[in-house]
C-alpha cells in the first residue's frame, strides 16, 4: 500500500475517532463522565459504535494470552 494513502487512512481513523468521542462527551449516554474517558472510547471506536467487534478483539486478545502462556510453559 502507498504511504500517502497509509497515512491518509490512519489520519481519517483518528479524525473520526476524535468526533466520535466529542459527540459522545456532549450528547451520549455517558455525557457525565470525563473527556479523557470519551477518547478512551474514541480510540477503539469501531468496538464501542459494534460490540460484535469489541467481542472479536477480547477473544483474540484472550486467544494470545492463552497461546503465549502455553508456549511458555514448555
Do not use: T
Amino acid at each position: 500500500m502507498n504511504a500517502s494513502v497509509k497515512s491518509w487512512l490512519i489520519r481519517g481513523y483518528f479524525i473520526i475517532g476524535l468526533l466520535f468521542a466529542v459527540y459522545q462527551h456532549f450528547w451520549g449516554q455517558y455525557s457525565y463522565k470525563s473527556f479523557a474517558y470519551h477518547l478512551g472510547q474514541g480510540a477503539i471506536w469501531p468496538a464501542v459504535m459494534f460490540p460484535s467487534i469489541g467481542k472479536f478483539i477480547g477473544g483474540m486478545i484472550l486467544l494470545i494470552v492463552i497461546g503465549m502462556i502455553a508456549l511458555r510453559s514448555k
